[in-house]
């Protein structure tokens, strides 16, 4: 990362808060050089997942080897997997966009080459309860009471420079989401 400045857009928010839709939306609706961030995992590949759509799929051993390499942004262990964001998932000629969790944030903050956007996509507990509970027919409750736990807990007195909160309460409220992450200069 040596003399670039990479432009990083970057959704973080608590499971169920429509950040993923979010995203998808802006990807979508608004025709731009944008590079969307896939970060790499150790989990295994779930039923519906496509290598390089969801995650990078790779081993344990390759994960740490890349950390070892210093080519991560960040990273976590997480349930006994892995997760992060490799340095060369960045484009320096697009606007990079992703999903990114606290501690993410927090180690995307030290790279100085990378100019950063921060985006909390908020929703109410019951909204994001039901966004949750309706995205599969058989939802794993205990995977979402366990999410929502995990949740309180990282989210605990989130408050970064330069970011900015969202509401996602209704399709309006994702609506003016995109509107407001689309309107910085960037675009």
């Known amino acids: ?15 169920g808060s429509g950040k993923d839709t979010i995203l998808k939306d802006v990807v979508k609706a608004y025709e731009l050089p944008m590079n969307i961030i896939v970060s790499y995992t150790t989990r295994p590949m779930r039923e519906g997942e496509t290598e390089g759509k969801e995650y990078h799929f790779i081993s344990e051993e390759k994960f740490k080897q ?7 942004l960040e990273y976590v262990q997480f349930n006994n997997w892995w997760y992060g964001t490799a340095i060369s998932c960045l484009e320096d000629d697009k606007i990079n ?14 790279f100085q080459e990378i100019d950063l956007r921060i ?16 995205r599969e027919e058989y939802p794993d409750i205990k995977e979402i009471i366990r999410r929502y736990s995990a949740d309180e807990e990282d989210f605990k007195n989130i408050n970064f420079n330069n ?3 969202l509401f ?12 407001i992450i689309t309107n910085y200069d960037w675009f």
Do not use: W
């Not at 990362?1 to 499971?15: E, F, S, T």
């Not at 966009?97 to 030290?110: D, E, T, V």
């Open 97 to 110: 966009i992703g999903i990114f969790n606290p501690s993410g944030i927090r180690a995307l903050i030290k």
């Open 168 to 179: 996602n309460e209704t399709e309006r409220d994702r609506l003016k989401c995109c509107d």
């Open 119 to 134: 985006y909390y996509i908020h929703a109410s507990d019951k909204q994001r309860l039901l966004r949750q509970l309706n």
């Open 66 to 72: 890349m950390i070892n390499n210093n080519q991560m």
């Open 1 to 15: 990362m040596k003399n670039k400045k990479y432009q990083l857009v970057a959704l973080i928010g608590k499971a």
């Open 163 to 165: 970011m900015q909160i």
